[in-house]
């Protein structure tokens, strides 16, 4: 347990590491922008070359704020997740929010080659692919709530959660056989995931949804302390577990079915951080650990980011590709080095 003056230490840190990052990942693409420049252009709204200052304020800007959205959505979202099913191997998308979003986008893509007409006109806009993810997260986060009222332990939900998971997955399969090779092709693309299809208007919806769910999941801090050490205890300090366990459940579904419905699925981000964090403030105490998580989450996603434009080439790697390279090798070394992960 580290004291005050450490915690601020390590925060002050992280907020550095991430402006540094940030600075490097607009400086970089196709277009080799200096780190000097770009700051310039943040900071004053000028520069030499006019093109510079168009492709960082309309193209990489909001494309680093998705970064940061992302991370620190997916990031908070684990750790509630870990901490409510006390389970280390849980992540933001245990509940299959995920998979159900995936449906509603293959339903898009696959029926649009039988159906046509409208349906064919949405599944060419980057909209109706946002609105397919929305439409199937949303129905699964509904049928995932209804469970939750119905079922009182943590662990049934959490294996209904991965029971819908795996009963999209089937459908997508199904749908997946009988689909024409451009359908399956364009749902594979959707799958890797992106972080620079979100424009600055699309970006605020999308900021708006994040700070709602970012601030229900700041509101329980204190019954995911309680929560840590079990569910009796929680009752015995008065937490309404049933009313709390909802809350929480809405507050990663609205994360995590947000992000997917924007960005696409991004892997290993939501199970990974919370570890690494914990690693590194030494903590369980979620007033210090969910803000460090996010602030961890956001440093994390936007170097896979710059790692997937592939400095000096004009090439762009699969984001989702990037944050599985990077995490599963986490998860694996916290493994080898803790011989155990605890919560």
């Known amino acids: 347990m580290k004291d005050l003056s450490e915690y601020r230490l390590l925060f002050a840190g992280l907020n ?14 196709s277009v080799s922008i200096p780190i000097d420049k770009v700051f ?41 997740m870990q901490t409510l099913f006390r389970n280390p191997m849980a992540g933001p998308y ?18 649009s080659a039988i159906f046509g007409g409208f349906v064919g006109f949405l599944a060419e806009s980057s909209l109706g692919l946002v609105l397919a993810a929305s439409l199937g997260g949303f129905m699964v986060m509904l049928a995932v709530l209804s469970m939750s009222v119905r079922v009182k332990d943590t662990l049934s939900l959490l294996i209904i959660g991965l029971m819908f998971s795996s009963l999209a997955a089937a459908l997508v399969s199904v749908l997946a056989f ?24 699309n970006l605020f919806v999308f900021a708006g949804i994040m700070f709602v769910a970012l601030f229900l999941s700041v509101l329980k801090i204190k019954t995911l302390n309680a929560l840590l050490l079990g569910d009796r205890y929680a009752q015995s300090m008065g937490v309404n577990l049933k009313g709390n366990r909802l809350s929480i459940l809405i507050a990663t579904c609205l994360l995590a079915g ?25 903590t369980a105490d979620h007033r210090m650990l969910l803000p460090a998580v996010g602030l961890v989450g956001a440093i994390l996603m936007v170097i896979c980011d710059s790692i997937a434009q592939l400095p000096g080439s004009e090439l762009v790697l699969p984001i989702n590709a990037v944050t599985s390279l990077i995490g599963a090798p986490v998860v694996i070394w916290l493994l080898v080095r803790k011989k155990r992960i605890y919560l």
């Open 16 to 29: 550095l590491i991430l402006l540094a990052v940030v600075l490097v990942n607009l400086s970089l693409g």
């Open 40 to 80: 310039m252009i943040l900071l004053r709204g000028a520069a030499e070359d006019e093109n510079w200052k168009y492709i960082v304020l309309n193209y990489r800007l909001p494309k680093v704020f998705v970064a940061m959205f992302v991370g620190c959505g997916l990031s908070v979202s684990g750790l509630m």
């Open 94 to 111: 245990v509940l299959g929010i995920s998979s159900g979003a995936g449906l509603g986008v293959a339903l898009l893509l696959m029926g």
């Open 178 to 201: 009988f689909a024409p090779a451009a359908s399956l092709q364009k749902y594979l693309f959707w799958s890797l995931g992106s972080l620079g299809n979100i424009s600055w208007n």
């Open 258 to 282: 947000t992000i997917t419905a924007f960005v696409g699925p991004i892997a290993f981000i939501g199970l990974a951080v919370p570890h690494l964090t914990r690693l590194l403030f030494k």
